[in-house]
């Protein structure tokens, strides 16, 4: 069914900037889907990082990384995209992408109600 792949993972300085990618695969109404990025670090459960609904129109970050990164999407090239500036070493971690066809407005959304994942993709900050 539908499949994510990350992409744009990387070894990055404290303060630059990176980009990630997720591609999306496999069905006709990704355009429907809300999305979003999780991270996880050994030893830690994964977390919420940033969400998006079906259209862009309406994102939702977490607290840590507001105001830093902005999740956005191109329904037409099929990928959702995590544009991660000023970097900090505590940034470190595995992101996953996923997606849903739940309507439920994004900010109400939890990781169970995510039904896809990507294998994610590794981004070390260095200091």
């Known amino acids: 069914q539908v499949q994510l792949v990350e992409s744009g993972g990387g070894l990055v300085q404290a303060g630059g900037s990176l980009r990630l990618s997720c591609a999306v695969s496999?069905?006709?109404?990704?355009?429907?889907?809300?999305m979003g990025w999780f991270r996880q670090v050994p030893g830690k459960e994964r977390e919420f990082v940033a969400a998006?609904?079906?259209?862009?129109?309406?994102?939702y970050y977490a607290d840590s990384v507001k105001g830093r990164f902005t999740i956005f999407r191109d329904n037409a090239k099929n990928t959702m995209y995590l544009q991660m500036l000023s970097v900090k070493p505590e940034d470190t971690a595995v992101y996953y992408c996923?997606?849903?066809?739940?309507?439920?407005?994004?900010?109400?959304?939890?990781?169970?109600?995510?039904?896809?994942w990507g294998q994610g993709t590794q981004v070390t900050v260095s200091s």
């Open positions: 996923t997606a849903t066809p739940s309507q439920r407005p994004i900010q109400t959304l939890r990781a169970p109600a995510f039904n896809f």
């Open positions: 496999g069905g006709t109404f990704i355009s429907t889907y809300a």
């Open positions: 998006i609904n079906w259209s862009g129109r309406s994102t």
